[in-house]
């Protein structure tokens, strides 16, 4: 089933169930990334536990330089 | 060899969070003409901690780990911001990604009021420290000169603070020499890191010789013509400000004085002519 | 250790009239607490000259060649002066008897108008120069920053121009940083040494980043508690403000622009509340 | 026969004839201090061949801090 | 005759929550020599706003109303203030106990944070003004030069805003020039009195020609040598600052540039000798 | 109306070579929209001296005799200058050329160093000025703040001396007021006039509040948007500084005082909160 | 019956049973005066009504010179 | 006979021999203008006597705006 979801402010169309599920869709390392859901962040050890819905908001955020 | 140029290393007098430092300057690792470029100016200042931010991360680029391995590499602390948020919420959202990506719990908060002066939302501010030390966080909160402010954050468990100089990439040295010497005296105790505004060593020198901590920099540095060799020469300003401040300053005096003795000198009392 | 602070030797670019010069930092011998202070407050500050006077010698004290041994320990290059002269004749037959005592034709040319401020005689600088060089001398003229005279100055042959900051010994730093930028920028290739009034190694910095080739100072170091890590703070400052100079500084701005990168700025465009 | 003359803005009697005599007189060493007189430089080997006359001014000097 | 100094009424365009003001010289009525000077130098001010505070009253004084009756017989406007009120609990009655006494609902509000520099508590204020506003006060916050407290104060309903130049008292002047030039840029059209640190009329007229609509000051009329001649300085500067800035000043230049004409000067291209 | 605003007539204390002198502010006649903007401008400023020049006249334009018919209405003093004249020779016959024209003995004094900032010459200023003098002339002479050139100006034979605030035409205010008020401290009684470089009224408020006796300007006033008006403000301004002057400015201090009396502050005493 | 109050900060023992009886007694004239109990206002038409006891805590002000 | 003189600057061939003569030929009112003459200042009573000779620097002024 298909959901459509926001990834870093872009709509999106996706099949995955939970935040992992996305996350892995997107090819970023497990690891590599951090995510927040509806302006609250979601711990790596929570993704797999969190369902998506419709319209959600999601933050994948990765290191970047910074002043 | 400029990037040979100075940076002491210094009785490490300065503790940020129990944590004892060895260089008084932190240095962005934005803005620069190459990660290379970044990577010798960091090296140049002698810095031990640098600044780093959280972005939204492509599937295209899928970039982010490739700039954290380089400041890996550079065996320094890094300090995540949260440049750019405009709510205690977002602060509070991104501060917890940054951790978790950066594995620290240093956080140099930052909740801006203002799209133009990029001003620090000093009640904003003071409610994501708040939270955020409840969270287990060390907040280092980028704030203006206000005293009271300060006393908050203090308050609120702010071990360390971060008063701008001037707005953020103005380079425009200290605005407020008089509140910036009040602050300090008000917290002879409480590290202060004179962060933003900072645009050549002379003003990191002024800063450090007021008393200030250590000073935190970015743009004076990215941007220059020579980021490395600027990078090392804010390292020497900022300790000879400190040195001359342990070593203590001369008193500024409103008529002259004589350095060569006065007395013996020759022809003196001939009728000068 | 402190004194272990930087005096970095930069490129031996600061040539003074065919004699090229290591240190940017010219110091003065008067005023330490003690022989042994100064000796390593030169030592600490990496001079390469400092500047010494002639004074009346007493059959009793018989000092003066203590002292000279003392200076030649160091292996620094003298700079007699005329400290305390109020007429060019003064002036001149002081700067005779300096050479032949020093055994040197450097000499710093002091024509004092005033007690009080110390300031220079324009008039009796000029015409005590003129004379001086025909007599053989390599005139260091302390002068204010009046362009007019500094250009009637290196006409009568002086190759090197030492513009006060501020009145000898006030401390005070560069009390018209607008008219000593427009000196710099009006003698692009005379070496222009910022002397007198300098307060703080910030002082001396900002001066080196206009673009001044070197600053003599004495009272700051001296009267500083520790003079010997003071002299290291200078020297540390003056290269940092000579290497930033040379590295480029940033375009000071009116308006704020962020350092962190604002692409990618998690929550951008969300709601903010 | 005996002088007045001024050494170092101080009046002083001497028997010295010359500027050398009155510098050894006051015990310098001849290399050790300069001397002007009557507001003119007057050079080390000079010394010799310069006569003292009353009321003459005299500097002595010898090397000391400066700034 | 000095006390006849210049008070110009200018077009009557400044308005204060409805109010058109003529003079934009608001005077406080504290120490003073003696009432009968404070009268003089109000009147000699020409000032249209007096501010006034409430003091606790003896049984054996009872002054008060004494006080009262001269202020009533200059035939100006009274803002109470909260003067010395620590929080915004004490404010907030202190205000309404001035209501109910001078019977107005202006009141210039202060909460100060620190004992020392007398300065604003940012948070107690906003929290005062919500509550006062909410009770029909016409609220003139004393503030800082803070651009976000600015804007949540205004958001808040006070239709005026009272900066600071400096620590009440210091007579320091403008301490943060920039900073008040950003706040008046970002409040193009809401009413800014400079309120406290003005010590000489060449601040209150530098302000004026920032664009602040009026300055509001005591010490440095009531503590003047003449404060009755310096009412009226007070007032000539600030009617010239403000007609500076309707006249629209000059830009200032970095190179001179000639006011008599270069165009027919005698001898030109004759060889100057 | 504002060009209603201010010169309140003081007492004449202001006496230039022997003639008492009622206004404070001198203004330049050049730069201005139209001769009409220039005579009411004058009339503005409450000025009772102006400045004039000469200039080469052409057998087409003839236009000289129109001016000075035009400036001649304004019942004002006129005193001629010798803008432009590069040399004393120059000076000196350009000096005698205004007499004859102008029929007066006063001369403001220019030998023009640098075309560049156009800066007085010190050497040659001092030369012209003692061969004018003894052609019978008032000499007002241009120069800077240097004390020494001010001493022999003044034992040449001038008893005004006009010293700059910042480069012609600049409008920087007050470059060195540092020197400028050790200028003032040295001369007590010789009428000291600010001439050049003042761009706005708080700088010409600022020069007098330092003690100095008058005021000359001209690009300030003639290139506002609205010159008439901005004469008006400068006239107030000058005389809002003398006042001050007269009145005892406060003293400035580094900490805070409280205006409104801490005794009987209500809930003083009681627990905050 | 006795109590005691504290009347701007000096403690005192008065007989008045309202806050505006203690302002009569201290002789001040009803509108002369502003006053607060406990930290609160309490305006001049509700003084009638305010019982004092004992510990109160209150502010009778009057107006005074300010900046 | 004609001259060649430097009239503010300008090269003008003239058949005045007095510089009262070359102010008049101008068409400058006598009292309207100042005269120079090869840099020295010429009274305007003294132009009548002041011959002119070749390549004579000539300065004609007149009051003008001032600063």
């Known amino acids: ?67 | 060899m400029n990037t040979a140029l100075p940076n002491p290393t210094m009785p490490p007098s300065l503790s940020l969070y129990g944590v004892s430092v060895s260089s008084r300057l932190l240095l962005g690792t934005a803005l620069y003409p190459s990660p290379k470029v970044m990577a010798e100016s960091v090296k140049a200042a002698g810095a031990s901690i640098v600044t780093v931010s959280v972005r939204r991360e492509s599937a295209r680029a899928n970039s982010g780990m490739g700039f954290f391995e380089l400041v890996r590499s550079l065996n320094v602390r890094v300090m995540p911001n949260t440049a750019g948020c405009r709510t205690p919420r977002e602060a509070i959202a991104t501060a917890h990604m940054a951790r978790e990506l950066f594995g620290t719990d240093w956080v140099k908060l930052e909740v801006i009021g203002n799209d133009d002066t990029l001003q620090p939302d000093l009640f904003g501010l003071l409610e994501a420290a708040r939270a955020l030390i409840g969270d287990g966080f060390k907040v280092f909160p980028y704030t203006t000169e206000d005293l009271i402010a300060a006393e908050r954050l203090r308050d609120a468990g702010c071990e360390v603070l971060m008063p701008w100089a001037a707005p953020i990439g103005t380079g425009r040295g200290l605005a407020n020499p008089y509140a910036l010497r009040s602050l300090r005296t008000y917290f002879p105790d409480t590290p202060l890191i004179v962060d933003a505004g900072i645009g050549a060593p002379s003003h990191a020198a002024a800063a450090m010789e007021m008393g200030f901590d250590a000073v935190l920099l970015n743009t004076a540095v990215a941007r220059a013509a020579d980021p490395v060799r600027m990078a090392s020469a804010f390292a020497a300003a900022i300790a000879a400000g400190r040195t001359a401040f342990e070593a203590g300053l001369m008193e500024m005096r409103d008529t002259a004085a004589p350095s060569t003795p006065v007395a013996g000198t020759p022809f003196f009392g001939l009728d000068p002519s």
């Open chain 1, 1 to 67: 089933m298909q959901l459509k979801v926001f990834v870093n402010g872009e709509a999106t169309v996706t099949s995955a169930a939970t935040l992992a599920e996305l996350v892995a869709q997107f090819g970023f390392a497990e690891t590599g990334v951090a995510t927040a859901l509806n302006g609250d962040f979601v711990p790596r050890g929570a993704r797999q536990s969190t369902p998506l819905a419709g319209d959600d908001k999601v933050e994948i955020v990765s290191p970047r330089q910074g002043g």
